[in-house]
């Protein structure tokens, strides 16, 4: 296993590499996980246009951080992201400081296992803080991602973190539903429900994701805690396993706990999971983890697709 300082579509890295993986992590970028490989095939897409672009985030005299924020935009930088749900609460561009700040990073060695952790500024306007931790061990596929907010005001917030991911595409999503639910019980946040959904006897829904697919968001507030992505490549089809923790019953930012966002102009779309809301008193914070696992995979019929998540499944998600 190696961990060294390293450069990727122009951003400063903490690259990760170990077996047949490597993990690079950019600090500069809102903390993000930019990519992540198995034997040099890339699961996640990264914006050509932005690729090595940092933006200033002081203000402008008489300028409100928010009009600042408006100003900036939303920054699809590609990879790993967190957000804070529910979306109606920013509007189009996510709290700056959170998404597009530098964020401190530094990782340790214990044995055979490497922790990257990496930690936000105070949000300016919520007072809440992001903590990421990143863990691989040297004999084991699996990738743990510990995300955590902490209420750094002095007023009570209440939000919920929104893990978005993009992904290289053309590929295909499987997600579970229950037994007895099919297309019209997923949330298709007003749009067409895409022609490329299907929801098979075994439980498993399934949706192409292309450019050629078209723009659409579908989600479910059903959960056993996986999403199993797919991803074409030239040399052959990878999975991308992300294993997540299971909230019975509870309220999502959206209303969901997986949802699945297809771009039709970029080669990407988003694999998006959330944590419920939580209220956190000031010092308070709360995390969340995920499992992710990279491997290559050939082609595969719905009725395979359990079996497939059974056997990367990892048995506990300690934080």
């Known amino acids: 296993m190696s961990v060294r ?160 991911t993009q992904v290289v595409s053309p590929g295909k999503v499987y997600f579970p539903l229950g037994s007895s639910m099919g297309l019209s019980s997923l949330y298709t946040f007003e749009r067409p429900m895409p022609s490329c959904a299907q929801v098979f006897p075994n439980g498993v829904a399934s949706v192409d994701c292309s450019p050629n697919d078209g723009v659409y968001k579908i989600g479910t507030a059903y959960s056993e805690g996986w999403m199993l992505n797919t991803i074409q490549h030239p040399d052959g089809a990878l999975g991308y396993l992300k294993q997540f923790e299971v909230y019975p019953d509870a309220a999502f930012g959206h209303g969901c706990a997986v949802e699945v966002y297809n771009s039709e102009d970029y080669p990407y779309y988003e694999a998006e999971i959330h944590a419920p809301m939580m209220t956190l008193m000031p010092s308070d914070e709360f995390f969340t983890t995920q499992v992710w696992s990279l491997f290559p995979m050939n082609a595969a019929s719905a009725s395979d697709v359990r079996s497939i998540v059974a056997k990367h499944l990892v048995d506990t998600l300690p934080v």
């Open 5 to 164: 300082r390293g450069l990727y579509h122009g951003f400063e890295t903490i690259d990760v590499e170990w077996m047949d993986y490597k993990l690079s992590i950019a600090p500069s970028i809102g903390g993000r996980i930019i990519s992540y490989s198995f034997q040099g095939m890339e699961a996640f897409y990264v914006m050509p246009s932005l690729e090595g672009k940092l933006f200033d985030l002081s203000l402008g005299d008489g300028e409100s951080i928010e009009q600042k924020r408006m100003e900036l935009g939303m920054k699809l930088y590609g990879g790993f992201k967190t957000w804070l749900a529910p979306q109606s609460r920013w509007q189009s561009a996510p709290y700056m400081d959170l998404d597009l700040a530098e964020h401190t990073a530094d990782w340790i060695e214990e044995g055979d296992t490497v922790t990257v952790t990496l930690e936000s500024p105070v949000c300016r306007e919520t007072g809440v803080q992001f903590v990421r931790r990143i863990r691989v061990a040297l004999d084991s596929h699996a990738v743990y991602v510990d995300m955590g907010m902490r209420n750094q005001g002095r007023e009570p917030v209440e939000f919920g973190l929104w893990d978005v």
